[in-house]
């Protein structure tokens, strides 16, 4: 089985990624997750497909992060992370359909945000995630 991530295009898209799903926190991280109907408990697939998508979105605020330098650096190593976690992960998240990120601290400078930091708390949420399910 193989898990693709696309990312998430469009206001509409995050409006109802957002409205149709369930907040999961962490201390720096916050996801909103939306779960695949097609998959009953026992993690089996009701059809017959090898190919799972996993639509991402990332969210920043200006408000919270006043540089661009600084969101876009965010955004890079949140997506680095998601697919590192994607595939340690691979068999675990075909529950997931739609996953929404969001992340909630301020650096004090750009460079003191480093991958592994990020990786942890992508770890974290993905663990409660799973832990719901």
Request: glycine content about 4%; some cysteine.
């Amino acid at each position: 089985m193989i898990i693709k991530i696309k990312p998430i295009k469009g206001v509409k898209a995050f409006t109802n990624a957002i409205k149709n799903s369930r907040k999961f926190r962490s201390e720096k991280a916050t996801a909103y997750v939306c779960f695949n109907e097609n998959i009953n408990f026992n993690g089996n697939y009701d059809g017959v497909k090898d190919i799972f998508f996993l639509s991402y979105g990332i969210i920043l605020s200006k408000k919270l992060l006043k540089k661009a330098v600084v969101r876009n650096r965010i955004k890079r190593l949140i997506r680095e992370s998601l697919r590192i976690i994607t595939i340690e992960y691979n068999e675990q998240l075909k529950i997931i359909k739609t996953l929404v990120l969001s992340w909630n601290r301020n650096p004090m400078h750009p460079k003191l945000i480093n991958l592994d930091e990020v990786k942890t708390e992508m770890r974290i949420l993905i663990n409660k995630i799973l832990a719901h399910k």
